[in-house]
Nanobody, 124 residues
Framework: QLQLEESGGGLVHPGGSLRLSCAASGSRLVYYGIGWFRQAPGKEREEVSYISPVDGSTYYAEFVKGRFTISRDNAKNTMYLQMNSLKPEDTAVYYC?????????????????WGRGTQVTVSS
């Protein structure tokens, strides 16, 4: 059973950077489609970024393109989300997720496995 645990969230000023990590255990992330999602207070969860298990292609929501980078370190069994030029509207709980298939972009079904989330607050 795959388990995911996020870390790296915190409080940052507008324009700052954070790197979120998602450590996997119980299975190898390389076999999964992996992604990052976020949910702000009072809003629905939204997809942020995704790596396809088919060919490693990466995908981003329009509102993070050019600012966020998703990556995976197979040796460490960990995925990352590098977030630069952060804005107050990026404030949310960020979740990593993994799926045994290829949910696609945007995902057409719910991912199988989810972390518990890490809070990111962008404020001056």
């Amino acid at each position: 059973q795959l388990q995911l645990e996020e870390s790296g969230g915190g409080l940052v000023h507008p324009g700052g950077s954070l790197r979120l990590s998602c450590a996997a255990s119980g299975s190898r992330l390389v076999y999964y489609g992996i992604g990052w999602f976020r949910q702000a207070p009072g809003k629905e969860r939204e997809e942020v970024s995704y790596i396809s298990p088919v060919d490693g292609s990466t995908y981003y929501a329009e509102f993070v393109k050019g600012r966020f980078t998703i990556s995976r370190d197979n040796a460490k069994n960990t995925m990352y989300l590098q977030m630069n030029s952060l804005k107050p509207e990026d404030t949310a709980v960020y979740y990593c997720a993994a799926d045994r298939g290829d949910p696609g972009w945007p995902p057409v079904y719910e991912f199988d496995y989810w972390g518990r989330g890490t809070q990111v607050t962008v404020s001056s």
